[in-house]
């Protein structure tokens, strides 16, 4: 293995949760008269943490979303978890391999620590990650595309960053884990590659990430 800790994004590279909840924010953003389409969403607020969401309805309408917006939003996106969510095909794979092989593994994700466990509890995934292994953005002041959330999940793992790799779909994951100096693999089963173009390498099926790691 060529890095001593990979750093794994989590919504659309472990739980294929992007399609759910992009379609739940555009449809509740246009209910506060945002009118916002599902691809929009994907364009602007994939991969975001909470806050930016907030900052760039205030910037681009002047208006503050309400205070309630984030609770109403989780609640709607965690009932719909339990319904539809299903793992990234080929993520459990790859776990079960970096496992076996001893090789350190976290998640680094824009979700809160609620999100991202509920997520795991409905997928089966949570058989791989106990607490040390989860980082949220709630852990850090910025959210990606910032560095903070990656350099802290390295430090909390005690891996220096140039040792670590981070499995990322989203342009800003892709920047943050530039920006913290890591190598960064863009998955592109949702993401056009050129949008990844920052990228380290590009790969397209999940399933291919333990031999691509070698």
């Known amino acids: 293995m060529r890095y001593d800790l990979v750093i794994f994004d989590n919504d659309g590279v472990l739980v294929d949760s992007e399609p759910i909840s992009n379609r739940l924010l555009a449809a509740y953003l246009t209910e506060l008269g945002h009118p916002t389409s599902y691809e929009e969403s994907i364009r602007d607020y994939m991969g975001s943490a909470m806050h930016r969401i907030h900052e760039l309805v205030l910037e681009r309408t002047g208006e503050r979303l309400p205070e309630e917006f984030d609770d109403v939003f989780h609640g709607r996106v965690f009932a719909a978890f339990e319904r539809e969510l299903k793992p990234v095909a080929g993520a459990g ?5 970096l496992a076996a092989d001893e090789v350190p593994y976290c998640v680094a994700s824009s979700g809160s620590h609620e999100r991202i466990r509920v997520g795991h509890r409905t997928t089966g995934l949570d058989r791989w990650f106990d607490d040390a292994r ?7 002041g910025r959210g990606k595309p910032a560095p903070d959330l990656f350099l802290y999940a390295a430090e909390r793992m005690g891996i220096e960053p140039a040792r670590c ?14 920006a913290a100096g890591m190598d960064v693999y863009g998955f592109t ?4 590659a050129a949008k990844l173009s920052q ?6 099926d999940m399933g291919e990430l333990a031999d691509l790691l070698l």
């Open 93 to 97: 794979g790859v776990l079960e391999k």
């Open 134 to 140: 989860i980082f949220s953005s709630q852990d850090v």
């Open 165 to 178: 790799v981070v499995i990322e779909d989203s342009p800003l994951g892709v920047r943050a884990a530039v």
């Open 189 to 192: 089963a949702m993401t056009p």
């Open 199 to 204: 990228a380290t390498r590009l790969f397209a």
